[in-house]
């Protein structure tokens, strides 16, 4: 498609690095080779997509030098495509779920900062009604493709234009980044989608080794279901982050009850100041150990700060106990 006008400036950036990073062929650590750019014009604006491509460097591998690219990037555009599988996902909808108008599609997109011209809108509804029309089973080109890999790692993304809208899944092979299978459903419950993950599965001739996906319970449970034997590469960020929080909010906590047993060091402190010696160093010695550990705060979330104040004051624990233990001291209190 010839373009009159040249691309607008991205608004944000958008690094995308690869999910997978072993070897899907010799399982040898792919390194990170290259990077490539794409300018895409989503609803959310134009973003400037930099990919971090990665190849296996192993010369006696099959994928040798073989580029593999960031999984995340079908979920951003079609590939060769300037605009955003969002806008297409949109036109689709506006088109036949509410039987709008060329004219009207192309209204709409202006008022979402989408620069489009109208014959762009035309094209753009044809590359939906291709994407729906995808079948598996009929497509030597894909199975040509997928044969040749001899694998698959299935990436899955649910695309919905609005609330109330029917989510579009589609499913796409990040080896070969071919679309699979695309299909609108009204729910996306786990059952409905672990029967297209059956379809896809069934259709190809090759295994799904691997799915890459944003984690949502009803995939989680899908994959399971329909694909037991490939693995499930989750986004590490995202799972972190949501991880992290439970762990951050219970660690906060342990804390704070943790600080509560040794209020009383700083009595302790005060009552040997006025009895120097050899027994009232000790003590002090002590005593900053535990205002030392009071103060460390770790590193969350990875770091937890609770944690490491129970280690530092096990530890002060255990060597007053061994004191206890060779210089035969009358026993403490237990607080
Ligand atoms: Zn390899």
Known sequence: MARRSCQPAATTTKILECRYRACISCGGRMWHDYNNFRRVRTLKGVVQLHLKIRRCPDPQCDRF??????????????????????????????????????????????????????????????????????????????????????????ALDGLQPDVGHEVLWVMRDCLSGEILLAKTLLSATSADL??????????????????????????????????????????????LREAAKQIYDADRHAKKELKKRVRGVRAIERSVTDSPGEMGEVVQGYCQAVRAALTDDGRPPLDAAGLRLHERLEAIEHSLGRV???QNLPNRSPD
């Open 194 to 239: 672990s029967a297209l993950l059956l379809q896809v599965k069934q259709a190809l001739m090759v295994p799904v080794v691997a799915v890459v996906s944003d984690g949502q319970q009803s995939i989680r449970k899908a994959v399971a279901t329909a694909l037991p034997e490939a693995a499930h590469g989750l986004c590490q960020f995202h799972y």
């Open 324 to 326: 206890e233990q060779t």
């Open 65 to 154: 030098r073989v580029p593999y690219r960031p999984e995340a990037e079908g979920q951003w555009a079609l590939p060769q495509h300037e605009f955003g599988l969002d806008v297409i996902v949109l036109v689709g909808a506006l088109r036949h779920q509410q039987h709008r108008s060329v004219p009207e599609i192309h209204q709409h997109l202006q008022q979402c900062q989408v620069q489009v011209s109208e014959r762009t809108v035309s094209n753009l509804l044809a590359r939906y009604d291709e994407l729906l029309a995808v079948k598996l089973g009929d497509s030597e080109r894909i199975a040509a493709m997928v044969g040749k890999q001899q694998r698959v790692i299935l």
